[in-house]
């Protein structure tokens, strides 16, 4: 079949207890609630450095990962799924949080730096290419949400029931849009994911 796909979904964030509902770590929480929909469990894969799941559709097989090895060296994770089965950048698509836009909006660009984010740098560098997708869910910048914290400590806490809840529905957005990521139509995607 051609136009099958084969995809890696990779939620960013960090591993244990103190990190979950965190800012930092949406990416987990988006491709778990993905699993979830799909009724598929993650399995710990030490020579991943993550937590996998696959989801297969009559369009194609997207993997879904989690890496452990915090966020600074989720490209380790990463580069070894990529490696093992022979996946170009294309087929890439990072889940993760967003400063520069606010709560309830996401978005979808392909390439581009990293914006200060420490996870994106590690996959650049350990894929060697910056050409991979990337779904940005915004949680706002404690400038512009009036907060006097810093930017490490507003990442690492938790959002107020307000910013919850709209984070919620952008991520609720991108789950009813999951068809056209899986038949690799990122144009309709994109599309979906600015209304």
């Not at 789950?175 to 994911?193: A, H, N, P, V």
Request: charged share 20%; with cysteine; glycine share 10%.
């Amino acid at each position: 079949m051609s136009n099958y796909k084969v995809l890696l979904l990779v939620g960013l964030g960090n591993p244990g207890e103190k990190y979950n509902g965190t800012r930092h770590n949406i990416g987990f929480d988006v491709v778990d609630r993905v699993a979830k929909d799909f009724q598929v469990k993650f399995s710990d894969k030490n020579s991943f450095f993550g937590q996998i799941a696959q989801v297969k559709t009559l369009f194609g097989t997207l993997f879904l990962l989690k890496p452990i090895t915090y966020m600074n060296n989720s490209g380790i994770s990463v580069a070894s799924v990529m490696n093992f089965y022979k996946l170009m950048p294309e087929q890439l698509i990072v889940v993760h949080d967003e400063l520069d836009i606010l709560p309830g909006d996401i978005r979808l660009k392909q390439g581009g730096g990293s914006a200060g984010h420490n996870g994106l740098r590690s996959i650049k560098c350990s894929i060697s290419s910056s050409n991979f997708w990337r779904i940005r869910v915004g949680i706002g910048h404690p400038r512009s949400l009036n907060l006097r914290q810093n930017v490490s400590d507003f990442v690492l806490g938790r959002p107020n029931y307000e910013e919850s809840c709209s984070i919620e529905s952008s991520i609720n957005c991108f789950r009813k849009s999951i068809d056209s990521l899986i038949k690799g139509d990122f144009d309709f995607l994109q599309q979906c994911l600015r209304q």
